[in-house]
């Protein structure tokens, strides 16, 4: 009974081993195809979607861009399987997590080329203008959220303002100066209505009233906001 046992789970333990392996291989394949079609069918695609193609096939395949860039990357520093660092010591190709952290750049630390040629396209004063109105937007919308939220609510949406105000008040741009007005204003506005000294400094509120209306998991949230 025991041999049959051990026999069994001998056998039991390739039969996961082959799976994972062939499905690892597939995996490879499949990820160097895409990005080998995408290749040869490059200048066709920019014809129709622009520098657009990758997000278009990203929606088709319900992935992110950078898993498809990631796949354009794989195929452009490796046009065939067969280099040797693709391959572990049995000669079997490396899993896709390997390649993909250690064989190729870190998607984390680079943009995608589409990404970085349209942000070299964009101009100072544009860029300017993108940031400007982003903060308003997120302030804007941060304000209209509290009209609608308890006491405990509206502290931890004054903990985020307080946050941003933080690091747009300090800037002396005068093309920011605006954005300075509208953040500054709606501290201010949002201190009274909660009767904060809104020209406390962020480290202060927290060590005044965080810990005394906010809980565990509502800070944690505030933090990573």
Known sequence: MEKEISSMKVFYERMIS??????????VEAKHFCGKRILAEKGK???VYGKQFVKQIAEDLDTQPRRIWECIQFAEKYPDLSYPELCDSDAQLRSWHYINHNLLSDPKKKKSPQNQQDSNSLSDDTKLSLSSNLIIKVVSDLREESNSANHNEKMIIYHKICGIAEIILPNTSSEFGFVQKYVGETKLKMGIELK?????SLQHFDNTYSTKIINRKEKRNVINY
């Not at 082959?18 to 995996?27: A, M, P």
């Open 18 to 27: 082959d799976i994972k392996l062939h499905t690892q291989i597939k995996i």
């Open 45 to 47: 695609l920019e014809s």
């Open 196 to 200: 904060i000294n809104p020209y406390l």
